[in-house]
């Protein structure tokens, strides 16, 4: 496919055909404009639909989706007509533009007591993602270069430990990133690393341990999640003088660090997060 061209295509067979069509993204370069819609946690609800339409009234031509898609595992035995449903509910957009998938805990769909022992599986039978072109292992870590940004997709709920695939892959795609062709480094992940909400609070500790210190050096602008279903955006700071000894466990500002946006208020099922822990000064 070439850059900045609209494609047709069409599904179905006999009297159910139906044709769709897209536009690819521009050439990446220093100075592309571009649009990007950014949601998390949407589901299925009056406000999911609210927040799509809101999305599709702003003119956006991506969406950077930071995970929990349908909610299927909401209902009694992961229900997977929630993902049908889901699919015919977000057509209208993601039939017609390029969606960058991140995997949430609702996508894990873990569940061995009713025979279902492989994480994932509805969700990337669904819902592929580009990964072998920037050399990943497995679609739920990956890259893509669009206009003026290098995104950068992690998953928050598979193995990230140092010499894991996931590990070995991020050490060499921040290498990669060109920031004379994509000034713009931003990293999408579903578990916040920050995060003064009560709601799902610290849990993604572990891995800002293990890969915070990257991300600053790296000088990543902008780093989006979800998962807890409130609107939080940070100031630049850090907690990566922290060594277990010297004590130093508290974050402050760098310059050279990013800015955290959580955006998991996308109107699923389980409601809006609004019982804070803190006021930080972060925020």
Do not use: C
Request: charged share 20%; glycine share 8%.
């Amino acid at each position: 496919m070439q850059h900045g061209v609209k494609y047709w295509y069409a599904m179905g067979f006999g009297h159910t055909v139906r044709t769709f069509s897209f536009t690819t993204p521009p050439k990446p370069g220093p100075d592309v404009p571009f649009k990007f819609g950014l949601i998390g946690d949407l589901g299925q609800t009056f406000d999911s639909n609210s927040t799509l339409s809101h999305y599709e009234a702003n003119g956006g031509s991506a969406v950077l989706f930071v995970g929990d898609l349908s909610y299927a595992d909401a209902y009694p035995l992961h229900d997977n007509n929630r993902w049908d449903t889901w699919a015919r509910f977000v057509e209208r957009s993601v039939a017609y533009q390029p969606w960058q998938w991140t995997a949430g805990n609702h996508e894990l769909d873990y569940a061995p007591e009713i025979g279902e022992a492989t994480p994932f599986k509805p969700f990337t039978r669904r819902y592929p993602t580009p990964f072998r072109a920037s050399g990943s292992t497995e679609p739920l870590w990956y890259s893509v270069k669009v206009a003026s940004a290098h995104v950068v997709v992690l998953s928050s709920y598979s193995a990230y430990g140092q010499y894991t695939p996931q590990w070995t892959w991020l050490d060499a795609e921040l290498r990669r990133v060109d920031r004379k062709v994509t000034p713009w480094l931003v990293v999408l992940m579903h578990s916040p690393w920050y995060n003064s909400n009560g709601y799902h609070y610290m849990e993604g500790e572990s891995m800002r341990v293990q890969f915070e210190r990257w991300l600053v050096d790296a000088k990543v602008d902008l780093v989006l999640a979800g998962h807890v279903h409130s609107y939080e955006r940070s100031r630049r700071f850090s907690n990566v003088a922290y060594d277990i000894i010297n004590g130093k466990a508290t974050p402050v500002r760098n310059l050279e660090a990013p800015m955290y946006i959580n955006i998991g208020d996308g109107g699923n099922i389980e409601g809006i997060a609004d019982k804070y822990v803190t006021t930080s000064f972060w925020n």
